[in-house]
Nanobody, 124 residues
Framework: QVQLVESGGGLVQAGGSLRLSCAAS????????MGWFRQAPGKEREFVGS????????FYADSVKGRFTISRDNAKNTVYLQMNSLKPEDTAVYYC?????????????????WGQGTQVTVSS
């Protein structure tokens, strides 16, 4: 089992950048694929991107490809989401999630463990 805590959210102007962090508890963090999701008010939770257990493989939603980058530091039990060129439509609560096995799954129900989320607001 793994517990996840996100941080780094906040208010930023359009075109700006933020880096989110997700700290994990447990000694088996390096065996999990990690995903980032977001949920805007009145909308379903959507996949943002994911990273495999070693950090060598990443996968992104088309809406963020080229702007967002996921990385991980297994020595620190942390996964990151670097967000550049932010747009007002990126405004949402951002969640990290963990799953065993492949990182190539996008539906939220494929992920077993979730953090509490961190708010990102992009002003125009």
């Amino acid at each position: 089992q793994v517990q996840l805590v996100e941080s780094g959210g906040g208010l930023v102007q359009a075109g700006g950048s933020l880096r989110l962090s997700c700290a994990a508890s447990g000694r088996t963090f390096s065996s999990y694929a990690m995903g980032w999701f977001r949920q805007a008010p009145g909308k379903e939770r959507e996949f943002v991107g994911s990273i495999n257990y070693s950090g060598e493989g990443t996968f992104y939603a088309d809406s963020v490809k080229g702007r967002f980058t996921i990385s991980r530091d297994n020595a620190k039990n942390t996964v990151y989401l670097q967000m550049n060129s932010l747009k007002p439509e990126d405004t949402a609560v951002y969640y990290c999630a963990a799953r065993g096995g492949s990182y190539l799954y996008t539906p939220p129900y494929k992920y077993a463990y979730w953090g509490q989320g961190t708010q990102v607001t992009v002003s125009s």
